[in-house]
């Protein structure tokens, strides 16, 4: 009985269930026709029985709370029916007690609670978004009769239900607040911890070990897939085999995740013998003073496209002092000279999901009627829209040897007056440098959630060294 | 460059590429037509770029023995053919530098690479065994033009394949024994800091995070959902939010997985506050007696339901002994009246798998002819074979007050007189106990992988204490 009661985290029931009733009645004014949304269901790993760990579908967990396995949700009209089974007695014996359905709908505040079999009653002119997983998204084609597959762009009705939902998550309420300065709060951590493991470290695996850790010792899990490493220049690096050599900067992109989905998305970069080089300081005092730019600009109002510019302005800038590139600040930029170390864009919005919405392509990142330019520095780019108060956004400039961009014969032609590429071979032990923060759009500017993780190389190399 | 040499974990080229020879060579002495294996792919997470950590399909790593995404092989008579595509350049930027198909090849041992476009050409007569995720699965289907889906049992050449495997997988050879030991090796020491940990713990996902990190430490990752609680009577719990408390003990089920799939699987239950009851500790001398018996027994010939059975013998004389049981032992036996407190089977095959080929139901587990038992004791073994030299089981006896079989009427009136109720009542704080060990059989016994770890109480209290 100790463990039904203490089966979800953290909630207590009331606050959780009208927190789901004001976005419900929010959803109520956009939208005139009935939403179902899925839950979905475990993946397989290596064989069914062993399964990955359950994520829940964001756009249900937002209306729903909890995270409910092989359940469904209905809204309309500012009502929440709950569609779940209640597991077969047996199953207490493999997996405890459970609550049940209807207890599950009394705490996040559904009208009624029903066997998922009777949702087939409920369907009629209702649209729905597709979950990841394959038996779930056959099961809401075979339901609905009609394809509901996560590769194809939600259309119709579905369309609209997907604006609707993106318009609601783009700023975010109270509850979700709490819960993203949960899973921020708990990534400061695991970095300081990363840091200060690192000294002692042979391998980035075990400062990732050290990282990770205090994410599970926070019952949280990773928001995606930790980036730590040595060769911070492979941007999606996903490998932690290499050891700690002399010089080497250690890059570490690591998020939190709560136990109700909610997201973080940090990186710092560190030396991993505890003092940065001159040649690496001076690269990050650059990308540092992107970082800082970008957030003091950050305001209801500004074009996110702007934010990013900014950042591309200052790089180019630094760099032009470091004699890396040459010319003229506006007209480097134009030509996209700093996307040459800076190939990403400057951020994206961050929730449920740590790219937010992006099952949804573009729709939350671009404003309508906006779509991805073919520019190379701006092709990248996530989010182009205006801010406004509570979206969540990330800060994330950086500098990169791309050994297929700066090796690159025609780029190397293309740019052979823009960038000194002797002076730059002066920079080889800066491979990859990244400052990744999670700003908060208010009234009045913006607000750091994840500020308590400092930023300076001097404090950076305290924490290494502490 | 140096991350695309060192982008495989631990194997230079040549060992590797003579164990998968060998392996190949004796599946062409079983069949005589071609297999097909894919690897699988990436199964995404909250949205589509976000995905779970990549694992391959197991009869794939068994034959190619790499991680490798997206990719396929055919084994025709001792030769392999790998069908997988080179990224394409742009894929440098995010991924860095990775190996060609060729250079993949080389190091296999393969006797071609191709594009996965041809393999169509290569599928006539081809058996092949499901994947488990959607995109691949479905890929199988109609390169094949026939159903491959993981739910379905194989069927014709499918299932001659599936036994010239199983055939080949019950037995471990030199490569995959090394693999195995290294899983081992890793979970023992997890298991030293789990209890290391405990003492300084609040949480169970505290000591969950102490374990798991030295597996991430070791670049490996779990082979399965780690158990860690002090409700060990539910069998699979997944919940890690429990606070420590006085009297409690921790149930731990966590083992270790090698980057190129292969497992360890052990259990060990630590008293949180550094010393076990006496009630505590005269039940779990009942388990470890089982254990040690069970392993005692292990040799080439012996039936593994006979190692059920002695189990279940041992535990029942011990809880007469404790006067939890009452009568004779052979008759609570045969009444099933140890499945009241072990409700589940000795153990299981290990290897790529931590229920090894359980993909394909009970095909590797049980002996051709045999069927699942529909007695309650032994139902839920998951392993009825005669033991061969080279088979590595689990050996996990248990104890456990699973509330669904104590507090259930039916079975209490049905065992009234086998049980002392009252008795029971005096070992309340003994929830859930096991003991579980990796055992290797031997052409003269049995070898446990991982002895390292100590089983006595004594021992088990001081590594909590140290």
């Known amino acids: 009985m100790q463990n039904q009661k203490q089966y979800f985290p953290m909630h207590t029931s009331s606050p959780l269930a009208e927190i789901l009733r004001q976005r419900r009645q929010k959803l109520a004014t956009l939208i005139d026709f009935p939403a179902v949304l899925w839950s979905g269901g475990s993946s397989p790993r290596n064989f069914p029985a062993n399964t990955f760990p359950f994520r829940p579908s964001s756009h249900f967990l937002y209306f729903a709370g909890l995270p409910l396995k092989n359940a469904a949700i209905r809204l309309d009209g500012g009502k929440l029916q709950l569609f779940m089974d209640n597991p077969p007695p047996e199953d207490a014996l493999w ?106 470290a042979k391998l980035e695996a075990e400062v990732r070990a050290a990282m990770e850790g205090v994410i599970i010792a926070h019952n949280m899990t990773t928001a995606y897939s930790s980036i730590v490493t040595v060769h911070g220049e492979v941007l999606h690096n996903g490998h932690y085999h290499h050891r700690l050599q002399p010089g080497d900067l250690l890059l570490a992109d690591v998020g939190a995740e709560t136990g109700t989905g909610w997201a973080a998305d940090i990186t710092r970069t560190w030396p991993v013998f505890g003092k940065f080089s001159p040649t690496q300081k001076d690269v990050y005092d650059i990308v540092l003073a992107a970082h800082d730019a970008c957030i003091q600009e950050i305001a209801p109002g500004v074009e996110y496209s702007e934010i990013h510019l900014l950042a ?94 700066i090796n690159n014969p025609k780029i190397r032609s293309q740019y052979q007056y823009s960038v000194n590429w002797e002076r730059l071979e002066q920079f080889a032990d800066v491979r990859g440098i990244r400052i990744e923060d999670d700003v908060l759009v208010t009234e009045s500017g913006s607000e750091v959630l ?7 190389s001097q404090e950076i190399e305290a924490l290494v060294n502490s």
């Open 95 to 200: 997996h405890g007690e459970t609550p049940t359905c209807e207890e599950i709908a009394e705490k996040i505040g559904a009208d009624d609670a029903r066997p998922m079999a009777e949702l087939e009653d409920y369907l009629e002119n209702a649209a729905t978004l597709p979950v990841q997983d394959a038996a779930t998204w056959t099961q809401q084609t075979q339901f609905l009769n009609r394809w509901i597959l996560p590769q194809n762009p939600p259309d119709g009705i579905d369309l609209e239900l997907a604006k609707a939902i993106v318009s609601l998550r783009l700023t975010h309420d109270a509850g979700a607040l709490a819960e993203l300065r949960q899973a921020a709060a708990v990534s400061v951590q695991a970095h300081k911890a990363g840091m200060a493991a690192t000294l002692t």
């Open 312 to 405: 591309a302005t200052i790089l180019t800038k630094g760099l032009i002092e470091l004699g890396i590139l040459r010319g003229d600040v506006e007209k480097l930029v134009k030509i996209d000279a700093h996307s040459l170390f800076f190939p990403h864009g400057i951020g994206h919005l961050l929730g449920l999901d740590v790219h937010d919405m992006e099952d949804l392509g573009d729709l939350a990142g671009y404003e309508e009627g906006r779509n991805r330019s073919q520019r190379f520095g701006l092709s990248y780019l996530r989010l182009n829209r205006p801010l406004q108060p509570g979206m969540l956004v990330t800060i994330e400039p950086g500098f990169y040897q791309v050994p297929g961009i």
């Open 450 to 456: 994840t500020a308590a993780l400092p930023t300076s």
